[in-house]
């Protein structure tokens, strides 16, 4: 990945973590990375211990956002969570949700399109 993919995937994970947070939402953790997987972000809300995939794009011509959250990635994503739990004691039931950003101007999209798809997989 370039130097421009991971500014802009920056980009998209700070705009997620934004709405999230407006949502009332706690950020717990930011790219948590472990040498199975990562996780774009884990938030906390009302017992609930979401584990985010963010998923950027500048529309939805070709395909949804979430589609590009393969079966490999869940895999990736999940075991990367079941290492954090198991290095986290909490009470929170675990999630695993999706956010779906389309910026057609990359970052100088003043307003892009945000879906948030609890529960995307499991």
């Keep these: 990945m370039g130097a421009r993919e991971k500014e802009l995937g920056a980009w998209g994970e700070e705009t997620a973590a934004r709405y999230l947070r407006l949502r009332g939402w706690h950020i717990v953790e930011r790219n948590y990375t472990v040498r199975q997987g990562e996780v774009d972000l884990i938030a906390e809300r009302r ?5 985010v995939e963010v998923k950027l794009r500048k529309n939805e011509d070709y395909a949804e956002a979430r589609e590009f959250v393969t079966e490999a990635k869940q895999r990736r994503v999940l ?7 198991a290095a986290h004691e909490t009470e929170a039931q675990p999630r695993f949700d999706v956010i779906e950003i389309y910026a057609p101007a990359g970052e100088k999209t003043r307003f892009p399109k945000i879906n948030h798809i609890e529960n995307a997989f499991m």
């Design 79 to 85: 075991t990367a969570a079941a290492l954090y739990l």
């Design 47 to 51: 017992g609930i211990l979401a584990f």
